[in-house]
């Protein structure tokens, strides 16, 4: 089975539709942007980037502090937002 994250278009769908489902739900953008970093977090620690696009991601997050993460992660959910 084929993983969201073997390319960025799959993990970008894959968040689209994540974003989508808590909008449904009801959740406010500051919840979304809340899972969203934790999500950053996870990915950061646990996974291995699988394209470059991921690497990038990455290598911001590492380089950035806790407010630019934030920032980072409130980016992400936009830009999946306005492509849906």
């Known amino acids: 089975m ?14 689209a539709e994540r974003v989508n489902e808590a909008q449904r739900a009801g959740m406010s953008d500051e919840t979304i942007s809340k ?3 934790q999500i950053g977090e996870f990915l950061s620690d646990k996974i291995d980037p699988q394209n470059k696009e991921e690497r990038l991601l990455k290598e911001l997050w590492e380089a950035g502090n ?15 937002d306005q492509s849906s």
């Open 2 to 15: 084929p993983s969201v994250l073997e390319t960025f278009a799959k993990w970008k769908d894959f968040l």
């Open 35 to 37: 899972l969203a970093y």
């Open 66 to 80: 806790d407010e630019e993460r934030k920032t980072l992660s409130r980016l992400m959910v936009k830009m999946v």
